[in-house]
T-cell receptor, first 112, second 113 residues
Framework: LAKTTQPISMDSYEGQEVNITCSHN???????ITWYQQFPSQGPRFIIQ???TKVTNEVASLFIPADRKSSTLSLPRVSLSDTAVYYC?????????????FGKGTKLSVKP | NAGVTQTPKFQVLKTGQSMTLQCAQD?????MYWYRQDPGMGLRLIYY???????DKGEVPNGYNVSRLNKREFSLRLESAAPSQTSVYFC????????????FGNGTRLTVT
């Protein structure tokens, strides 16, 4: 299983772009990279998923270099409501996800 | 659609008592999961069910049992609760298809005294 490493915490200010990088040196050929967001007292919520290059949706962008050993979640113009814990997961595409491992995540604090 | 519903939201047990945490999803997903989350530990997988009729152990299964009652429901049972099982428990589901994300409930906060 590919292990992930991400910063424990990050601080930002409203309106800034935030980039959270996740390292996954042992990523396998059939692994995808998925990011989740968790607010206090709630379950994690899916944000974005990708395999290579760049993926963008209405919430975030995900940048994955050619070697796929890391990935960067980019949140444009954050607001106070983006304060949350962000988890990076790496796991196989398809099938059940019983072997996905959530690490400790990155606690993002957005200040006014 | 309610998504993933967990009951109860809060529970206090005495050491040695038993209880069952209930989880139901209305998204017709094949796979369901139970996680626990302790402060500073992230989420750890307890058990999962890849499809109706199957269950498998996750990272921390000791002290727990599960039942996949049907496609919608997946319960977690603590036979003899211990203080070490004080945690927030999350149920999740996913389609067993390509690239399907996990959908989580809002958790059950369990305290064992």
């Amino acid at each position: 299983l590919a292990k992930t490493t991400q910063p424990i915490s990050m601080d930002s200010y409203e309106g800034q772009e935030v980039n959270i990088t996740c390292s996954h040196n042992n990523i396998a050929t059939n692994d995808y990279i998925t990011w989740y967001q968790q607010f206090p007292s709630q379950g994690p919520r899916f944000i974005i998923q990708g395999y290579k290059t760049k993926v963008t949706n209405e919430v975030a962008s995900l940048f994955i270099p050619a070697d796929r050993k890391s990935s960067t979640l980019s949140l444009p113009r954050v607001s106070l409501s983006d304060t949350a814990v962000y988890y990076c997961l790496v796991g196989p595409y398809g099938g059940s996800q019983g072997n996905l491992i959530f690490g400790k995540g990155t606690k993002l604090s957005v200040k006014p | 659609n309610a998504g993933v519903t967990q009951t109860p939201k809060f529970q206090v047990l005495k050491t040695g008592q038993s209880m069952t945490l209930q989880c139901a999803q209305d998204m017709n997903h094949n796979s369901m999961y139970w996680y626990r989350q302790d402060p500073g530990m992230g989420l750890r997988l307890i058990y999962y069910s890849a499809s109706e009729g199957t269950t498998d152990k996750g990272e921390v299964p000791n002290g727990y049992n599960v039942s996949r009652l049907n496609k919608r429901e997946f319960s977690l049972r603590l036979e003899s609760a211990a203080p070490s099982q004080t945690s927030v428990y999350f149920c999740a589901s996913s389609e067993r298809t390509l690239g399907s994300p996990l959908h989580f409930g809002n958790g059950t906060r369990l305290t064992v005294t």
